[in-house]
């Protein structure tokens, strides 16, 4: 059964970095196209970035670039995603989610692109 399991979230000061981890278990990653999002309350999920290894792509939403950056383990069946320099309006739950192929660049900030889901990692920024 494929399972994808977030960790890494906790509470964070202004300016912190934080690095969470999707784990795989049940499947490969390095077939899949794998992506993070996050959900603030009151708020509709919002894509971060896709990697997929088959193409060596790599995707960011345009207001993620330059804090986030989505990396890959493929011997760890995980991928990263680092954060920094986070601020209160980063506090959300953050997802990593995976669908069958490679990144779509249209698609990928789409949650319905994705077929495989974690089940969340709370981040939370403040003083």
């Known amino acids: 059964q494929e399972q994808l399991v977030e960790s890494g979230g906790g509470l964070v000061q202004p300016g912190d970095s934080l690095r969470l981890s999707c784990a795989a278990s049940g499947f490969s990653l390095y077939y899949y196209a794998i992506a993070w999002f996050r959900q603030a309350p009151g708020k509709e999920r919002e894509g971060i970035a896709c990697?997929?290894?088959?193409?060596?792509?790599?995707y960011y939403r345009d207001s993620m670039k330059g804090r986030f950056t989505i990396s890959s383990d493929y011997a760890k069946n995980t991928v990263y995603l680092q954060m920094n320099d986070l601020k209160p309006e980063d506090t959300a739950v953050y997802y990593c989610?995976?669908?069958?192929?490679?990144?779509?660049?249209?698609?990928?900030?789409?949650?319905?692109?994705?077929?495989?889901w974690g089940q969340g990692t709370q981040v939370t920024v403040s003083s």
């Open positions: 990697t997929s290894d088959a193409d060596s792509a790599t």
């Open positions: 989610a995976a669908e069958v192929g490679v990144c779509d660049y249209s698609n990928f900030v789409l949650p319905a692109y994705y077929d495989y």
